[in-house]
């Protein structure tokens, strides 16, 4: 099975976790299996501090795996002689899926659609790579021949995502 990629992105509170979560719900409800990967531009932790697991990495574990029967998670330190991991790199260690969707990953060079919620962000557009269509509300105006869609028209951005991927409906 290939791994399918599609790309929500934008700037700061555009929209894009509500956007991505919405059209998981809609390829799901389309009895796709769907896969997501974020972005994030500061550090996190899914550890709790003082649990098992932070223990682990806190003593020094490059690597972290905790599992259970509804669910496990690999946590990898990067090290100081270590860069960030592109989008590839890290869609390579999750499992095969009908879609991957990625929210963040500005710079990627796969298909997106680009969420703008003001003017000024429409004049930033030019920042993203490979924008594919644009979700916005009709208010605001942008420079472009890109295909439009209103943000909260979850239906349609998730037909223009499956038809430009050649995603199979399943039956």
């Not at 956007?19 to 769907?34: D, G, H, Q």
């Not at 531009?41 to 709790?48: P, R, S």
């Not at 790199?89 to 298909?111: C, R, V, Y």
Request: charged share 25%; hydrophobic share 40%.
């Amino acid at each position: 099975m290939t791994k399918p990629l599609f790309g929500i992105s934008g700037f700061k509170n555009s929209g894009k976790t509500t956007l991505t979560a919405s059209l998981i719900a809609e390829f799901t409800s389309r009895e796709l299996s769907v896969s997501s990967v974020k972005h994030a531009h500061h550090e996190f932790d899914l550890d709790q501090p003082g649990t098992d697991t932070d223990k682990h990495r806190s003593s020094g574990a490059k690597e972290v795996v905790i599992s259970s029967a509804k669910r496990w998670a690999l946590m990898h330190e990067i090290s100081a002689d270590e860069d960030e991991p592109n989008l590839q790199t890290l869609i390579t260690h999750m499992a095969d899926a009908d879609l991957i969707l990625a929210e963040g990953f500005k710079s990627e060079e796969h298909p997106k659609v680009l969420l703008i919620a003001s003017d000024e962000q429409a004049k930033l557009m030019g920042r993203i790579n490979n924008v594919v269509a644009i979700a916005a509300e009709p208010n605001i105006e942008i420079d472009s021949d890109l295909p439009r869609f209103e943000r909260n028209d979850i239906k349609q951005i998730a037909d223009f995502i499956a038809q430009h991927l050649n995603l199979e409906p399943r039956s």
